[in-house]
């Protein structure tokens, strides 16, 4: 009952009825277009379409989860890629477990590659990896303990601004170079890939392919409401003063130490799912999702819906994702002009992305209407202690 | 001193023309000889000659022992070819006529006489008897060749004879030798011959020779030197020692040491070597970013991509001496490199900063992301230009080579010249900063923007021409970088984890801070690598620095008093 109404609290009462339409539309609509209708039809969803759509729905929620820590911390992180992919390694590794003796080489126990490098027994680390709830565990725990350690290290110290973003990109690029080492056991350069079912089910089929996408639909879902819950809190509220005035928090006698290191570890979490469902919708994980490119995308994919807002942050990721596709399909070579200009129109024009759009537009025409004076040399003396600090 | 250079570059072509010259000539004389030899060789003079050489074909191996040594005894030039394809297993003799041939390689056989050198037409095997050889026989071989080569003409041909040698223990081979060696001229050839009369006497049966072979080879401390003496100072499985006599065990065990000792010292200076030579690296592509991040506190993520710019120049300046310049002046493409790599890098620096960098002065994660797109947009416009594949660039003429600084310890002189640039870089800019007008309004606009205005300081275009500044220095860290790597639209990327490391590590601020980072790193990396790998020694470091930060959060050399707070 107390949970229902602290529900009820998460969204305006518009808010609810747009999430649970939108809901209904992915998880039901769909599934219904990809099954029921025939192939020839315009209206059905092709399975490549409906696969296409299920990965979107792992970077939308890789997207909320960097929204929480970056629009509402205002800790850009630069390491996310890295906590999806081990995510995505933590599902890999119960994925090759699940091959059992139909590898090339038939091994009941060992993957392929490491019968190749002539390993004779599983490194320790891979045992327990065969039981799915144990991974399910992993892909939450391997990101948040990681996030949690790097967190205590960096936010203890007051590390804070682009020098919390560079040492998250180095930690990506260590763990790529990492990862890249056949002897860490890990498939090395080729990843993990060649995975036959998952609970099973056979990972190519369309069913599972379905039951993926339907379920990465209802882990965002929930994501979601996670994240709205976070923010709506008292926590939240610290976290956005945090963001805005970090040492005024601190003397008001906050641990941002701690605020800022619970969000860092639930959204590292978020984004182990997120990476843990994609894997299989995808078939392989290779370090090159380490790389620090990567992990910088997202934080476009966030920009560009507006962060701060977490439903910004989602339709973000469909929208850049959603150009990528089209791009590399239509015009490879100009996808990375477009994703360049992209970053920089963002960061220039859009401060607030597209979610903010509509309101940027009406403050500039109000401001055009009446043309005042007062506003304007505020701004100036905004932007000359700005450009001193 | 670049024209001192070309001079003695002219001076060693024309030298090489003398060479060939003398070369043809010499051939030509060779023919003729070989023609004489030939006429000679049926005639009776060479009758001892002729008798060896059929000795080979004998059927008994103690027959064919004698043979070889008979033909090492003569001394006689033509015996290598057959005594060398008697050990490739290429001598035959014909069934037709038992004339003793050398065979060619491949399916149809071509012969040439053993004892002319006459060509005799191709055979298959069926036609031929292949003269079988030995283990014992091949020793006997190798150390017949040795001796008879070990007075050619040709250096290279005494250096390999003096290695082939070593097996041969025969008293005669160990007199020619020393014979040879008192008689030779040629420093690396007498090394060699030294060593290897060494090898020879290191097992002689009289402790005094043995002794005196310790002594000789220990003027050269080498890890070659150690294998050899080794056996003398190992003990038996049973523990007793290998060498009965305790003055020779005493020598050679001493010897050791001392080897020991020098190969860790030398180790040490080549670790040390190379972990500054890739400080230096590290110092170029990190001093751009003392400017831009250091200074202005620009988080400029297409750093690397101002890197990758200088080095696309300086392949374009290249091209462009390839096709309009003398080829005798192609080494200078390097030199107009640097101002051109400054040019391009510090034109498209500056425009980015009028253009949408200053439009962020203050929102620091923005920059970032700016200037990432920015990054893509350059290696995307640069692999539509030049192609994704790599591009060469070949170092000039005075950069190739190496030389050897101490034994086992070779430093080639690009290297080289990467550290002397590295160090002027970061000179030249030290004083920029300290001693021109342009430096004084930098640091001036940097500490206090508003009263730098007051005073009539144009603080834009300060800000454009510092990122300019920074860019630039980036370009040219490019010009040296496409000497030591591959060229390609990603070069940059390589470097600005690194670059930003070396700069957060030294102290953001400091150009000295970036001069101790760069070396620190890259001494640590390469003294890391040897036991962790390259890439786990990277790692390492990058948790290194993540655990430094936590001690000192503002780097090795943090700024005090009032910039800190800046």
């Known amino acids: 009952m107390l949970l229902m109404s602290r529900l009820a609290t998460l969204e305006s009462r518009r808010g609810w009825q747009v999430f649970l339409i939108l809901l209904v539309l992915t998880i039901v609509l769909v599934p219904v277009l990809n099954l029921t209708l025939p192939p020839e039809s315009p209206f059905h969803v092709p399975t490549y379409m409906l696969s296409l759509l299920g990965k979107y729905l792992c970077f939308a929620l890789l997207a909320l989860s960097l929204d929480l820590i970056w629009g509402y911390a205002g800790a850009l992180s630069l390491g996310h890629g890295g906590f999806f992919a081990l995510g995505g390694y933590c599902m890999g590794m119960y994925l090759m477990r699940q091959i059992g003796t139909r590898g090339v080489y038939g091994n009941p126990d060992l993957p392929d590659f490491m019968v190749f490098l002539n390993w004779s027994e599983l490194p320790w680390y891979w045992l327990g990896f065969g039981n799915f709830w144990f991974a399910m565990l992993m892909v939450m725990l391997v990101p948040g303990a990681l996030a949690y350690v790097l967190g205590w290290l960096t936010f203890r110290s007051r590390i804070t601004g682009v020098y919390f973003s560079i040492i998250t990109q180095a930690m990506v690029f260590a763990l790529m170079l990492a990862f890249f080492r056949n002897e860490m056991g890990f498939g090395g350069n080729n990843g993990l890939t060649d995975f036959k079912e998952i609970l099973g089910y056979n990972v190519q089929a369309q069913g599972t392919r379905i039951g993926l996408y339907v379920a990465s639909a209802l882990v965002l879902a929930l994501g979601y409401l996670i994240s709205r819950y976070i923010v709506t809190s008292k926590l939240g509220r610290v976290l956005m003063a945090i963001r805005d005035a970090e040492s005024r928090v601190r003397f008001l006698g906050y641990s941002v130490t701690n605020a800022k290191l619970f969000v860092f570890t639930v959204s590292a979490m978020l984004a182990g799912i997120a990476g843990a469902l994609y894997v299989p919708q995808v078939g392989i994980i290779n370090p090159s999702e380490f790389s620090p490119a990567n992990s910088i995308e997202i934080a476009v994919w966030v920009a560009v819906g507006g962060r701060g807002t977490l439903y910004g942050a989602i339709l973000g990721a469909f929208t850049v994702n959603g150009a990528k596709s089209f791009f590399t399909g239509a015009a490879p070579e100009f996808w990375l002009f477009f994703l360049g200009a992209l970053f920089i129109v963002c960061t220039l024009f859009l401060p607030r992305g597209i979610v903010g759009l509509a309101a940027q537009l009406r403050n500039r025409a109000a401001r055009r209407a009446i043309p005042s004076t007062e506003t304007k040399s505020k701004e100036v003396g905004d932007a000359a202690s700005e450009h001193g600090a | 001193m670049i024209k001192s250079h070309l001079a003695r570059v002219t001076w060693v072509l024309r030298g090489l023309h003398a060479f060939v010259l003398a070369f043809f000539l010499m051939t030509g004389l060779l023919t003729v000889g070989v023609a004489i030899g030939a006429f000679a060789a049926s005639s009776a003079w060479a009758d001892e000659y002729s008798d060896a050489l059929a000795g080979l074909a004998a059927p008994a191996f103690n027959d064919k022992v004698a043979a070889i040594d008979a033909l090492a005894r003569l001394g006689d030039e033509r015996a290598t070819p057959v005594l060398e394809a008697m050990s490739d297993n290429r001598l035959y003799t014909r069934k037709e006529d038992g004339r003793l041939v050398i065979g060619g390689t491949g399916r149809d056989i071509a012969l040439t006489d053993a004892a002319t050198g006459e060509a005799l037409g191709t055979a298959t095997s069926r036609d031929l008897t292949r003269i079988n050889v030995n283990n014992a026989l091949r020793t006997a071989l190798g150390g017949a060749i040795g001796r008879l080569q070990i007075n050619n003409a040709d250096p290279a041909k005494r250096l390999a004879a003096a ?16 014979d040879a060696l008192a008689r030779e001229k040629v420093e690396d050839v007498r090394a060699a011959m030294a060593l290897t009369y060494a090898k020879m006497s290191l097992t002689s049966t009289d402790p005094a020779e043995r002794l005196a072979a310790v002594k000789e080879v220990s003027g050269r401390l080498s890890s070659e ?31 050791i040491a001392r080897i020991d000792q020098r190969l860790m010292m030398t180790e040490l200076a080549l670790n040390l070597f190379q972990g500054v030579s890739l400080g230096s690296v590290l110092l170029l592509a990190a001093i751009g970013l003392a400017i831009t991040f250091g200074v202005m506190g620009v988080i400029n993520m297409a750093h690397g991509e101002m890197i990758m710019l200088g080095a696309y120049t300086t392949v374009v300046v290249q091209q462009l001496f390839r096709e309009w310049i003398p080829a005798e002046f192609f080494g200078l493409y390097l030199v107009i490199s640097i101002p051109a790599a400054f040019l391009v890098a510090g034109a498209v620096g500056v425009l980015m900063e009028r253009g949408i960098i200053r439009f962020l002065y203050g929102r620091p994660l923005e920059t970032l992301l700016a200037t990432w797109g920015i990054s893509l947009m350059l290696q995307q416009l640069v692999r539509a230009i030049f192609g994704a594949p790599n591009k060469e660039v070949s170092n000039p003429g005075w950069m190739t080579g190496a030389f050897e600084a101490m034994p086992g310890m070779v430093l080639t002189y690009n290297r080289i010249a990467i550290i002397i640039f590295a160090l002027a870089v970061l000179a030249g800019l030290a004083a920029l900063l300290r001693y021109t007008p342009f430096g004084l309004q930098m640091r001036a606009v940097t500490q206090n923007r508003n009263m730098a205005s007051a005073m009539g300081i144009r603080t834009g275009w300060v800000d454009a021409l510092t990122f300019g500044l920074g860019s630039g220095i980036a370009g040219v860290a490019g010009v040296a970088l496409s000497q030591i790597g591959n060229v390609s639209p990603n070069l940059g990327q390589g470097y600005i984890v690194d670059s930003f490391m070396v700069v957060v590590f030294g102290g953001v601020g400091s150009l000295w801070g970036v001069l101790a980072g ?46 800190a707070e800046a």
């Not at chain 2, 150690?226 to 065990?253: H, I, K, Y």
């Open chain 2, 518 to 563: 760069a070396m620190t790193l890259g001494i640590f990396n390469k003294f890391l690598e040897p036991y962790a790998g390259a890439m786990l020694g990277k790692i390492l470091i990058l948790v290194f620095i993540i655990l430094f930060i936590q001690k000192r959060p503002r780097g090795l050399f943090a700024l005090k008093g009032r910039a």
């Open chain 2, 163 to 178: 290695e082939t040698m070593a097996r041969d223990r025969t008293p005669e081979a160990m007199a020619l030798l020393r």
């Open chain 2, 225 to 255: 030197v150690r294998a050899l003496v080794a056996p003398l100072a190992a003990t038996n499985p049973d523990g007793s020692f290998a060498e009965p006599d305790p003055q020779v065990r005493a020598a050679a065990t001493g010897l």
